[in-house]
C-alpha cells in the first residue's frame, strides 16, 4: 500500500519511469478506491510501462490479457482441456465409474485452463496481482460488455463449478491507443488519465534516466529535434519509445552531434511510414526542420 | 484529511474544507456545471468523487484538480472544459473566502454560471457563425462522354438505368448483411471442429461422441449513416444521393440519414415515404439550408454532440458525401472529425470531383479529412457505387 502521492514518484523514479504528479495521484486514488486505471495516449508514450512499473514496485505477478478482435471468454476467461477430458472419460469408464462421478471429475478444477482474466481473479498469494488489459480499443464490443461484468465485482460463474471471487482486487491497468471510442459504462468504472506526449524536460529526464550512458548534449538534441517533429502533422507522431530507440541508435553508430546526415540515416527509428519519412525529407529540403 | 488540519493550511480552500457542509456543496455545484456542459456525470461518478476525498489532502489544489478530473472525465477532449470550469470554481473559491465567509452556494451558482456564459459562448463559436456568403454560384458539373451518368439527373435517367442501380444497391445490401466477423458461433454449416460444443454434446450419450459440433463465423452487422453535403457547390449531385440514401435506407434496416450545408437536419424520418417522389417533395420542403453555403466542421460538432453518443457505435460506417469545399474553421473540422472516427469502424468519404482523374486533394477542408479517412472514393456514376459495395464487402478498418 502506498503510504502517498509523493512516495509512488519516487518508487517510479527507482524503476526508471519518470511520471508526473498527475499520473502518480491516479495511481494512487486507484489503489485506494480499487477501481481500475484506464490509460489512454497516442502509441509509443508509455502506457504499458506504467503497469509492468506498478508490478514491480508492488512486487507483485503481472497478468498481462493482450485485445484482439474475436477475443472472447475461451482465450480470455477459462477453457476447458477438453483433450483431457476426453482421455479421462475413456480411463474411468474402462475403470467402470459412474456416469455421475465421471461428469464430476472431468469438471473439476484439474481440467480446467486458467485464462488472464481467472488468474488474476484466483490468486491465492498474499500480494494481489497486476493485471494488465491492453489496448482494449482493439477488442470488440462482445468483450467490452463481458469486461464490465468482470472489474464490476471481481467476480465470475462458471457453470460447472460455481462462482468465483477475488479475495483480494488486483491492481488493474488497462491501456488504448483510442483507435474508437470505449464504452460509457466500462469507462465509468475506471478513473481515466490522458497520457500526452512529454514536454522537453520531462523527455529529457527520461532519456538521461533510462539510457544512463547518454551524453547530455545528443539527449538534448534528440529531444529538441523530437519536440519540434511532433509540432508537425504526421500520420503517425513519433512517441517516446521512438525517442529511445533512437537515441540508443544513435549511440550505437557513435554519433556525438545530430547533423542532417545522421538524421537521415535513421529515420526510420522515428517515422514508420513511408509517407511520414517522404513528408520530413521534403521539409528538409526546403529547410522547415 | 480532517478539518483541524485544513484549518491549519493557509491556502483559499481552507475555509471551505473547515465547513464540511459548504465543501460538498462546492463539489456537487461543480459536478452540475460540468453536467450542464454535456459531460456525463453519474451518481457513481459523484459518489467516487466523495470516496476519493477521503484519501487525498484537498487543500493541496494540484491534487484536488486530478482527483476530480480522474473520477468526472473519461474523454481527453473533454480536459479543457474541465480545466476551465475547475478555474472558474477555484476563483470563485478563492473569491468567496476573501468577500464574506458566509456566502452560500446559491450566490456561488450565479457567478459560476456568469463566468461560463462567456466560454460557453467560446465553446459554440464554430455553430454560429453563417457562412450564407460562400461559394455563391459555384457549380461543380463533370461531364465525360463515357460515363454519362455522371452528369445526369435521376429524373432524366431511362428505366434500364434505374433498374441497374436497383440491382447495383441490392448487391451493396446483400454484401453488407452477409459480412463476416471474426467471432464465431456454433452451426451445423460450419467447418470447423469446436470440442467445447462436441464434448458438451457428447453428455448425453455418456461421453461417446456421436455428434460433431462444428462453428461458423458470424455475420457482422454493421450500421450505416449517412451524412449528405446539400450545399450550393453540390447541386448537381444532390438529388442523386437522396435517391441512392432513400434505396438503402429502404433495403437496410438501421440506415441513420442527415443532409448539412450551413446546417444539419436529420432526415431519416422524411424518407421513409413510400415513393421517391414523395421522399424529394417532403425533404425540399422540410430543409431549409439546402442549396446554402458550407461549414462542415460545426455541422460534424452538432452531429458529434446531438447525435454520435445515442447513433454511433464501434459497428457503424459513416459515409459523408461532400466535395470538401467548406469556408469554415479547418481546425474544428479536423478536430470533429477526429472525433468521429473514435466513435465508429470507418468514414467512408464520397466525392463527386474524383471523377476527375487529374482531381488533386488540394481544398483545404478535404486536406484536413484525410487522415481520418478509411476510404475516399469517387461518387458520380454506377461504377462508383460498385465501388462503394466492394469497399462496404471488404475490412474496412484496414482499407486506407
Not at chain 1, 67 to 74: A, F, M, P
Not at chain 2, 290 to 316: E, H, M, R, V
Amino acid at each position: 500500500m502506498f503510504k502517498d502521492i509523493d512516495e509512488i514518484l519516487v518508487l517510479m523514479k527507482g524503476y526508471k519511469y519518470v511520471a508526473d504528479r498527475s499520473l502518480a495521484t491516479m495511481i494512487y486514488l486507484a489503489q485506494g478506491l480499487q477501481k481500475p486505471l484506464l490509460l489512454e495516449g497516442e502509441a509509443g508514450v508509455g502506457k504499458t510501462e506504467v503497469a509492468k512499473v506498478i508490478s514491480q514496485i508492488l512486487n507483485s505477478k503481472l497478468i498481462r490479457l493482450q485485445c484482439y478482435e474475436g477475443l472472447d471468454v475461451s482465450t480470455s476467461l477459462y477453457e476447458w482441456n477438453y483433450p483431457k477430458q476426453m482421455l479421462e472419460i475413456k480411463m474411468q469408464e474402462v475403470k467402470g465409474e459412474a456416469k455421475k462421478d465421471i461428469e464430476e471429475t472431468i469438471f473439476s478444477e484439474k481440467f480446467l485452463l486458467k485464462r488472464p482474466l481467472l488468474q488474476a481473479i484466483q490468486n491465492n498469494s498474499m500480494i494481489p496481482p497486476t493485471l494488465l488489459i491492453d489496448e482494449i480499443d482493439r477488442s470488440d464490443e462482445e468483450f467490452e460488455a463481458f469486461l464490465l461484468e468482470v472489474l464490476s465485482d471481481f467476480q465470475i460463474t462458471i457453470p460447472e463449478i460455481g462462482t468465483i471471487a477475488a479475495e483480494k482486487y488486483p491492481f488493474v491497468v488497462i491501456t488504448s491507443n483510442r483507435t474508437r471510442q470505449l464504452h460509457d459504462a466500462l469507462k465509468r468504472r475506471c478513473l481515466y488519465h490522458w497520457v500526452d506526449y512529454p514536454s522537453f524536460e520531462k523527455e529529457l529526464e527520461i532519456v538521461l534516466t533510462k539510457i544512463p550512458g547518454i551524453r547530455d548534449s545528443i539527449a538534448r538534441q534528440v529531444c529538441e529535434f523530437m519536440q519540434k517533429i511532433r509540432q508537425t502533422d504526421f500520420h503517425k507522431n513519433p512517441g517516446i519509445a521512438e525517442t529511445l530507440d533512437w537515441a540508443q541508435a544513435l549511440i550505437v553508430l557513435g554519433k556525438e552531434e545530430l547533423d542532417q546526415e545522421t538524421i537521415d540515416q535513421t529515420l526510420g527509428c522515428i517515422l514508420k511510414y513511408k509517407d511520414d519519412m517522404l513528408k520530413f525529407r521534403e521539409m528538409m529540403l526546403l529547410g522547415l526542420c | 484529511m480532517n478539518s483541524t488540519d485544513a484549518k491549519n493550511e493557509p491556502t483559499p480552500l481552507s475555509f471551505h474544507v473547515a465547513r464540511k457542509e459548504s465543501f460538498i456543496e462546492n463539489i456537487l455545484l461543480f459536478c452540475r456545471v460540468l453536467k450542464s456542459l454535456r459531460i456525463n456525470i453519474t451518481i457513481g461518478r459523484v459518489l467516487d468523487v466523495f470516496r476519493s476525498m477521503e484519501l487525498i489532502n484537498i487543500s493541496d489544489k494540484e491534487v484536488l484538480y486530478f482527483t476530480l478530473r480522474a473520477n468526472l472525465i473519461s474523454e481527453y477532449f473533454q480536459i479543457p472544459i474541465f480545466d476551465r470550469v475547475f478555474q472558474v470554481f477555484w476563483l470563485f473559491f478563492q473569491q468567496s473566502h476573501n468577500c464574506d465567509d458566509a456566502s452560500g452556494p446559491q450566490e456561488g451558482l450565479e457567478g459560476i454560471i456568469e463566468h461560463l456564459e462567456c466560454f460557453s459562448d467560446d465553446w459554440d463559436r464554430g455553430q454560429s457563425e453563417d457562412h450564407e456568403d460562400q461559394m455563391e454560384g459555384r457549380k461543380i458539373c463533370l461531364y465525360s462522354p463515357v460515363e454519362n451518368l455522371a452528369t445526369k439527373d435521376f429524373s432524366q435517367f431511362t428505366d434500364e438505368d434505374v433498374e441497374r442501380i436497383k440491382e447495383e444497391l441490392s448487391r451493396i445490401v446483400k454484401k453488407i448483411a452477409t459480412k463476416k466477423s471474426r467471432r464465431r458461433h456454433v452451426d451445423p454449416k460450419g467447418q470447423s471442429l469446436s470440442l467445447r460444443h462436441t464434448l458438451r454434446k457428447s453428455m448425453k450419450y455418456g461421453g461417446e461422441i456421436f455428434e460433431l459440433a462444428t462453428t461458423k463465423k458470424k455475420i457482422k452487422k454493421i450500421k450505416l449513416i449517412a451524412l449528405a453535403d446539400v450545399s450550393g457547390s453540390m447541386d448537381c449531385y444532390s438529388n442523386f444521393f437522396v435517391q441512392f440514401i432513400y434505396g438503402l435506407q429502404q433495403r437496410l434496416r438501421g440506415v441513420e440519414t442527415f443532409v448539412f450545408s450551413t446546417r444539419l437536419s436529420r432526415i431519416t424520418d422524411l424518407l421513409k415515404t413510400r415513393s421517391l417522389d414523395e421522399a424529394l417533395r417532403v425533404v425540399s420542403e422540410t430543409v431549409r439550408h439546402w442549396s446554402g453555403g458550407t461549414n462542415i466542421g460545426s455541422c460534424l460538432q452538432s452531429f458529434n454532440n446531438d447525435y454520435a453518443p445515442s447513433i454511433l457505435d464501434p459497428k457503424s460506417v459513416l459515409i459523408i458525401i461532400s466535395d470538401g469545399w467548406d469556408r469554415g474553421d479547418t481546425g474544428l473540422l479536423e478536430k470533429e472529425m477526429k472525433r468521429l472516427k473514435e466513435s465508429c469502424l470507418g468514414i467512408i468519404w464520397l466525392n463527386p470531383l474524383l471523377s476527375n482523374p487529374n482531381y488533386q486533394p488540394l481544398c483545404k477542408g478535404i486536406h484536413a479529412v484525410m487522415p481520418y479517412l478509411s476510404c475516399f472514393l469517387p461518387f458520380y456514376n454506377l461504377n462508383s457505387i460498385r465501388k462503394l459495395g466492394r469497399t462496404l464487402g471488404g475490412p474496412l478498418s484496414s482499407v486506407q
